[in-house]
């Protein structure tokens, strides 16, 4: 029984370790994936893998705002919005 108890024990600090690792990887806090892993054990290993890349979406998401500026841009230099109206934009997406 005590060895069930410490293999388990071992597995979970094998788990914190990695999770912890993971979820640097992907963006988010090392102690968060740690935690998960410790006191979850593998259930957290799979919610770490299943978590989304935080680096990846900011990465996405800062490409869509050029593009979005880049439109608006090409919208104010054709006449069909104000200078304000740019500016607005320009400010909400930076």
């Known amino acids: 029984m005590e060895t069930i108890i410490l293999f388990y024990i071992i597995i979970c ?7 912890g690792k993971r979820a640097e990887e992907k963006g988010y806090s090392k102690n968060y994936g740690q935690a998960l892993g410790l006191f979850l054990g593998i259930l957290g290993w799979i919610i770490i893998e299943l978590m989304a890349d935080k680096k990846e979406t900011e990465a996405k ?4 705002n050029a593009d979005a500026l880049l439109k608006y841009k090409q919208l104010y230099d054709a006449g069909v919005i104000t200078q304000t109206e ?9």
């Open 86 to 94: 740019f500016e607005q934009k320009k400010r909400d997406l930076l």
């Open 13 to 19: 600090f094998a788990l914190a370790v990695y999770c």
């Open 61 to 64: 998401n800062k490409q869509d």
